[in-house]
């Protein structure tokens, strides 16, 4: 089972009936960077859990509600009054998304302490669950312990810059990181801003000397791209019409995670291990089912018999 924590929120998405210019409605849809990936996990048939706070409002009840749907295991779920985080989506004209967030007192800051269940051979955080405390450093500690207990680990800062009131000391607490993750993967810019001055490919070639086996950055049409002390290795974004980005990052995250449990390559040993032809095979499963997903409106990750 792979574990993932973070948070879970409402993203309010403009209609795209709105007048040029006017303020239109805001449509709710589910998300969050861990949620998101719990949600593609579940649907392309991989034995995944969520570790979250839920709201006990009419949000947080959707939100269990969707990810049971999705197939996703909820025993690590608690819920409580506080309410939901709200995100506010703003999108440009080639359909990228930009986010206000509405975080003071949600319940996503408040999930509990608790150790992963025995059965669990992986952990994934990442997001506003690795920002906003108390939770953030209830789920580093999870890092640490499952990193020290031989469990496969990811991380997917997914920056949210607003949010980060001192970048310095964030940038020095993902650096503290690095040691506990097996699998990192960041956009380009969200290496950019980690790195600031610094070419990308360069970052992640220092990032991989300070632990992980690979990380993988996302480079919207451009595709994707794994860095390894053994290589880089580049795949082609896919061609399709695109509704919006919203959750494309997440779905190759749990793109990677599924093709690498599917082929009994969930440890830092195989990533390393990879060559050119295992890269293409996983970054390609990854672009392919990102692809689907942001031809779609809000973060609608595919099912398994939607992807080759």
């Not at 040029?20 to 960077?33: A, E, I």
């Not at 920002?131 to 499952?146: I, N, Q, T």
Request: proline share 6%.
């Amino acid at each position: 089972m792979i574990v993932i924590g973070g948070e879970a929120l409402v993203d309010l998405v403009p209609d795209k009936s709105a007048p040029d210019g006017g303020l239109g409605p805001l449509r709710p849809l589910l998300g969050g960077g861990p949620y998101n990936v719990a949600i593609a996990l579940g649907r392309l048939g991989v034995p995944a859990a969520f570790y979250a706070k839920l709201s006990t409002d009419q949000f947080g009840d959707r939100m269990l509600d969707r990810l049971r749907e999705s197939d996703v295991d909820t025993s690590l779920v608690e819920r409580g009054s506080e309410p939901t985080t709200l995100a506010v989506v703003g999108l440009g004209e080639d359909g990228s998304a930009r986010y206000s967030f509405y975080t003071d007192g949600t319940a996503a800051r408040f999930v509990a302490d608790r150790p992963l269940p025995e059965e669990a051979t992986a952990l994934c955080v990442g997001t506003l669950g690795m920002v906003l405390e108390p939770g953030a450093s209830v789920y580093e500690r999870a890092l640490f312990d499952a990193a020290e207990r031989g469990r496969f680990t990811a991380l997917d800062p997914n920056v949210r810059a607003d949010l980060i009131e001192d970048p310095d000391a964030y940038r020095k607490r993902f650096e503290s990181w690095l040691p506990a993750v097996d699998l990192l993967k960041v956009s380009d810019d969200d290496a950019e801003w980690l790195a600031p001055g610094r070419d990308v490919l360069e970052a992640a070639r220092e990032w991989v000397s300070r632990g992980p086996a690979a990380v993988v950055l996302t480079r919207g049409g451009d595709g994707l791209t794994a860095v390894t002390a053994s290589g880089e290795f580049a795949v082609p974004g896919r061609s399709v019409e695109v509704a919006d980005t919203i959750g494309a990052g997440d779905t190759v995250q749990a793109a990677l995670l599924a093709w690498l449990h599917r082929n009994g390559a969930l440890s830092a040993e195989e990533l390393r291990s990879f060559d050119a032809r295992r890269w293409q095979q996983v970054l390609g499963f990854a672009a392919e089912a990102a692809g689907v997903t942001v031809s779609r409106a809000g973060a609608e990750p595919p099912w398994a018999a939607e992807l080759g």
